[in-house]
């Protein structure tokens, strides 16, 4: 059987927040400009 407790003593994250935040800032920010990219290409036809 599964000891739940000493599974999570063994529990190690693998990024922390402060080091996941930066990088959907970036996904976020490159989202935005494909989608500026986009409805630019859409607007001029």
């Known amino acids: ?11 190690e994250p693998v990024l922390s927040v402060d080091e996941v935040e930066p990088l959907v800032k970036d996904e976020i ?3 935005m400009e494909l989608l500026q990219y986009i409805t630019g ?3 001029k036809e």
Do not use: G, H, T, V
């Open 1 to 11: 059987m599964i000891d739940f407790k000493e599974e999570l003593d063994k529990y």
């Open 29 to 31: 920010k490159d989202i």
């Open 41 to 43: 290409k859409l607007s």
